[in-house]
């Protein structure tokens, strides 16, 4: 670990993003436009009208990425200044495929009331806000509170973002299996921010059986959960009501999705699932279930979160392309209507006549990607109307 290669680039790069000035400052007359006396002009028409700050300003294409390194990764709550390379490394992504300038805030609290109250006062500096890498149940707190409560699109890419692409892949691999994304019978296992997520995802994408499991088996309405997150989840998934470990709950399935450990799945129960079924292992580093151990039980269409495997199910194709075409819009949200429409236009990346069992995803270093996000984003929030130009 200590002589990677990775470790040796963030010695060599000291941080991922930089700012940089879009204006001429070189003259006594172009430091007066770009700073005092001209600027006060600027504060002074955004004083009496607040909305001109996107205008004025660059805040219309900025966005603050903020973690409290509570779930950082695979690696857990390592805390936030052990976050920063990851939330650099986001707005590098950032930048680099979807032109938005991100910032990287780490805060050292964990209590949601502070979280909540350090992001809200923030709202006047930023487009909108990308939480990242924060624990289940507060996330979901931390989020829905956020949303109801600030002007500005707010989205948390390990819940959403992850749900987005698993739905892209749902989309096509239900195309190379002949299946109707209405009649599968899903399994999640996994209910923390992600799988949660998944599970109300997959509903509203029109799978109508979903069953979540977690690490004390099936969730089923009526039992008692100390998390109220799998509370509520369990009212929505499971009608059938079946108990038991996933083992049990694999029998008989069309899609497997897994955001929890790995090396939990096996041959054997991948053979106990419906005719060649979708597996979807997503457990970094080591998924599940390896693709090769997935087909062997009979697996039709296997993704991980791995690159070295095909179909990679990889966030990346989400969070630039969202929050671009957010922004152009100066969308208040980021709504269902909008996240659908970013599967869709995923699943659409891959063309027909190359879609296989092997390629029902794109890779996500390809921009048309991104750019097809954003187009399909700021159509659905002008259509939905939570569009603002």
């Known amino acids: 670990m200590k002589d990677s290669l990775a470790l040796q680039k963030h010695f060599e790069w000291r941080g991922k993003v930089e700012t940089k000035v879009k204006v001429p400052v070189s003259t006594k007359e172009e430091l007066m436009l770009c700073y005092t006396p001209g600027v006060a002009d600027a504060c002074m028409a955004i004083h009496e009208q607040p909305e001109l700050s996107f205008e004025l300003t660059g805040r219309a294409n900025t966005v603050a ?36 300038d991100a910032f ?15 992001i809200k006062l923030l709202e006047g500096s930023f487009g909108g806000i990308n939480l990242e890498d924060i624990s289940a149940p507060r996330c979901f707190e931390v989020e829905s509170r956020l949303k109801r409560e600030m002007d500005i699109p707010v989205f948390h890419d390990d819940q959403h973002g992850t749900a987005i692409v698993v739905g892209a892949g749902v989309i096509n691999a239900c195309k190379v299996t002949g299946r109707d994304i209405h009649t599968v019978r899903a399994v999640v296992n996994g209910a923390g921010a992600a799988g949660i997520a998944i599970g109300k995802y997959l509903l509203a994408l029109g799978v109508k059986d979903v069953v979540m499991v977690d690490r004390q088996g099936v969730l089923v309405e009526g039992e008692e959960y100390p998390n109220t997150a799998h509370m509520e989840i369990a009212k929505l998934t499971n009608r059938e009501f079946i108990k038991g470990s996933l083992t049990d709950a694999l029998v008989g399935r069309d899609l497997f999705v897994g955001v929890s450990v790995g090396n939990i799945v096996s041959s054997e129960m991948i053979s106990k699932m419906a005719k060649d079924p979708i597996v979807f292992a997503l457990a970094n580093p080591i998924p599940e279930i390896t693709p090769d151990k997935a087909k062997l039980g009979g697996a039709k269409v296997v993704g991980t979160g791995s690159s070295q495997y095909p179909n990679q199910v ?8 969202m929050f671009r075409g957010a922004l152009d819009v100066r969308a208040s949200d980021v709504n269902i209507q909008m996240m659908m429409a970013a599967s869709y236009a995923i699943a659409s990346s891959v063309a027909e006549s190359d879609l296989t069992c092997e390629n029902v995803l794109p890779v996500a270093v390809d921009q048309r990607v991104h750019d097809a996000v954003a187009d399909a984003v700021r159509k659905a929030a002008r259509e939905s109307g939570v569009a603002r130009k």
Do not use: S, W, Y
């Open 104 to 118: 990287p805030i780490c805060l050292r609290t964990t209590d949601p009331d502070e979280i909540v109250n350090t």
């Open 314 to 321: 990889n966030n990346v194709m989400v969070f630039p392309g």
């Open 65 to 100: 990425v903020i973690t409290d390194g509570t779930a950082i990764l695979g690696l857990g709550n390592i805390g936030p200044e052990a976050g920063m390379p990851v939330m650099e490394g986001k707005c590098a992504l950032f930048k680099h495929f979807g032109g938005v």
